[in-house]
C-alpha cells in the first residue's frame, strides 16, 4: 500500500519561502513518478511540479516557473516543493501525489487525477499580503 503524508505548509507573508514536504511508502524499487498539485478555493485542482523518483523530470507548469522547485531524497522517500517569492494567490491546499510509472513528461501535470493512484491528505499554505 502505497501511503503520502504532507507537511510544511502554514500562513507566511507575501514574498516569504516555505517548503513542503511529502514522505512516501510503500513503493518498489522501480521507483515512482511524485507530482505536487494545489486547489484554491472555487477553483480546480492544479498540477504545479512532478518527478521521477529515478528518471525524468521536474516538469513544472507555467504558472510557477523560476518560482517552484521539486527535488526528491531516495534514502528519505520524501519529496519536497520548495516555494519562493510566495503570492497571494499561491493560497490553496497543496497536495502530494504519486503513480508507479514513469511520469511521461510535463502533460503528466494537466491529465486527470485518475492518473495519480495516490494522494496523500493535502497541507495548506496562505499567503497575506
Known amino acids: 500500500q502505497v501511503t503520502l503524508v504532507e507537511s510544511g505548509g502554514g500562513s507566511v507573508q507575501a514574498g516569504g519561502s516555505l517548503r513542503l514536504s511529502c514522505s512516501i511508502s510503500?513503493?518498489?524499487?522501480?521507483?515512482?513518478?511524485m507530482g505536487w498539485f494545489r486547489q484554491a478555493p472555487g477553483k480546480t485542482r492544479e498540477g504545479v511540479a512532478a518527478m521521477h523518483s529515478s528518471s525524468g523530470g521536474p516538469y513544472y507548469a507555467d504558472s510557477v516557473k523560476g518560482r517552484f522547485t521539486i527535488s526528491h531524497d531516495n534514502a528519505k522517500s520524501t519529496v519536497y516543493l520548495d516555494i519562493k517569492a510566495l503570492e497571494p494567490e499561491d493560497t490553496a491546499m497543496y497536495y502530494c501525489?504519486?503513480?508507479?510509472?514513469?511520469?511521461?513528461?510535463?502533460?503528466?501535470?494537466?491529465?486527470?487525477?485518475?492518473?495519480?493512484?495516490?494522494w496523500g491528505q493535502g497541507t495548506q499554505v496562505t499567503v497575506s499580503s
Open positions: 510503500g513503493y518498489s524499487d522501480s521507483g515512482a513518478c
Open positions: 501525489a504519486a503513480r508507479l510509472k514513469l511520469c511521461g513528461g510535463s502533460r503528466i501535470l494537466i491529465v486527470g487525477e485518475n492518473y495519480w493512484p495516490y
